[in-house]
Nanobody, 124 residues
Framework: QVQLVESGGGLVQAGGSLRLSCTAS????????MGWFRQAPGKERELVAA????????YSADSVKGRFTIYRDNAENTLYLQMNSLKPEDTAVYYC?????????????????WGQGTQVTVSA
């Protein structure tokens, strides 16, 4: 059974930065693409960023492009999301997730393992 554990969320002022981490159990982390999603109250879960299994290809949603960076350390079984220039509209619960594919996937239903989520709150 794969376990994903996020950390690094918190409260930050607008313009600030946070780095989220997601540590995966097991020895197959490097075989699968990963993603960061977020869900704000009353809204659907949305893909923020994704990365392929090797880390050589990434995707960022338009809303975070230029501000958020996804990367991974396969030797440490860890996925990261560096978030800079945070805005109040970035406030949400952030989830890491794993897809059963080595290439980037874009839909919630294409991910089969999820972390418990970490709250990010950006004050104005």
């Amino acid at each position: 059974q794969v376990q994903l554990v996020e950390s690094g969320g918190g409260l930050v002022q607008a313009g600030g930065s946070l780095r989220l981490s997601c540590t995966a159990s097991g020895r197959t982390f490097s075989s699968y693409a990963m993603g960061w999603f977020r869900q704000a109250p009353g809204k659907e879960r949305e893909l923020v960023a994704a990365i392929n299994s090797s880390g050589g290809s990434t995707y960022s949603a338009d809303s975070v492009k230029g501000r958020f960076t996804i990367y991974r350390d396969n030797a440490e079984n860890t996925l990261y999301l560096q978030m800079n220039s945070l805005k109040p509209e970035d406030t949400a619960v952030y989830y890491c997730a794993r897809t059963p594919a080595n290439k980037i996937r874009f839909k919630v239903e294409e991910y089969n393992y999820w972390g418990q989520g970490t709250q990010v709150t950006v004050s104005a």
